[in-house]
């Protein structure tokens, strides 16, 4: 009889311990319930340009960001990314924070805004991304 109630006691501690257990995130969504993906595609050489794209997914949101580098012999001439965003307010605000960053400043050349499309042409000279 000891050993049933101890038995049951034990079952008690287990369902309870699991009942209550839970984690942070099933309290907050931030991400509309989602975790942040990233696929990228396979990089494409057509003889003077490098390219690939990469899709990022949080929840229901979905951009896409497309690269490129122009080179001539081994020589890259251009660096340009085009980000399409889920929205046109999304793509306003990316240009907006990378307009308000001192230390990006000097990383781009152009930046052009077209509806839910940002298109950034980096700079290759002092402060380009590809430096270092």
């Given amino acids: 009889m000891k050993q049933l109630k101890y038995l049951a006691m034990l079952l008690f501690a287990a369902v309870m311990s699991l009942s209550f257990a839970a984690c942070s995130s099933d309290d907050d969504d931030d991400n509309n319930g989602g975790e942040t993906k990233t696929t990228k595609s396979e990089l494409k050489d057509n003889g003077s340009e490098l390219s ?39 793509a306003q605000q990316a240009l907006d924070e990378l307009k308000s960053d001192p230390e990006m400043k000097s990383a781009y050349e152009k930046l052009e805004l077209n509806g839910k499309t940002l298109t950034i042409k980096y700079n290759l000279g002092e402060g380009s991304p590809l430096e270092g």
Wanted: aromatic share 12%; glycine share 6%.
């Fill in 52 to 90: 690939w794209t990469e899709t990022v997914t949080n929840g229901n949101q979905k951009a896409t960001n497309t690269h490129r580098f122009a080179y001539r012999g081994e020589v890259i001439t251009s660096y340009t990314t085009v980000s399409e965003f889920p929205t046109a307010a999304a």
